[in-house]
Nanobody, 123 residues
Framework: QVQLVESGGGLVQAGGSLRLSCAVSGRTFSGYTMGWFRQAPGKEREFVAAISWTGGSTKHADSMKARFAISRDNGKNTVYLQMDSLKPEDTAVYYC????????????????WGQGTQVTVSS
C-alpha cells in the first residue's frame, strides 16, 4: 500500500494552466502505474491520464489529451498532471491513484487513492 497526497489545485480563469502534483510514500513507488481521475459535482468519477512505472508509456482521455499531460519523477516519488487551456468544464476534484495493473484506465483496478485536490475554472 502507498499513501498519496495531491496538491496544486486552485481557482484559475478559463484558458489558464495548473500543474497538479501527487507525492507518494510507503512502498516502492517505481513499480506502480499512476493515474489521475476527476469527479465533477453530480457526475461519476472519470479517467484523466495514466503513466507506466518507467514513465515511458502514457494514456490520456481523448477529450483531454491535447491539453493535459501526465509525467512522473521516480527520484522524487511524485507524479504530475500539467493542465493547459483549462475550461470551466474541467472544474472537478482531481484524484491521484496507484495500481499494479500496467497502464490501466479502470478506476476499479486502482487500490490506493489520494484525498483529492479541487480545481475550479472560472469563465
Amino acid at each position: 500500500q502507498v499513501q498519496l497526497v495531491e496538491s496544486g489545485g486552485g481557482l484559475v480563469q478559463a484558458g489558464g494552466s495548473l500543474r497538479l502534483s501527487c507525492a507518494v510514500s510507503g512502498r516502492t513507488f517505481s513499480g506502480y502505474t499512476m493515474g489521475w481521475f476527476r469527479q465533477a459535482p453530480g457526475k461519476e468519477r472519470e479517467f484523466v491520464a495514466a503513466i507506466s512505472w518507467t514513465g515511458g508509456s502514457t494514456k490520456h482521455a481523448d477529450s483531454m489529451k491535447a491539453r493535459f499531460a501526465i509525467s512522473r519523477d521516480n527520484g522524487k516519488n511524485t507524479v504530475y498532471l500539467q493542465m493547459d487551456s483549462l475550461k470551466p468544464e474541467d472544474t472537478a476534484v482531481y484524484y491521484c491513484a496507484a495500481t499494479n495493473a500496467y497502464l490501466s484506465t479502470d478506476m476499479n483496478r486502482f487500490r490506493s487513492w489520494g484525498q483529492g485536490t479541487q480545481v475550479t475554472v472560472s469563465s
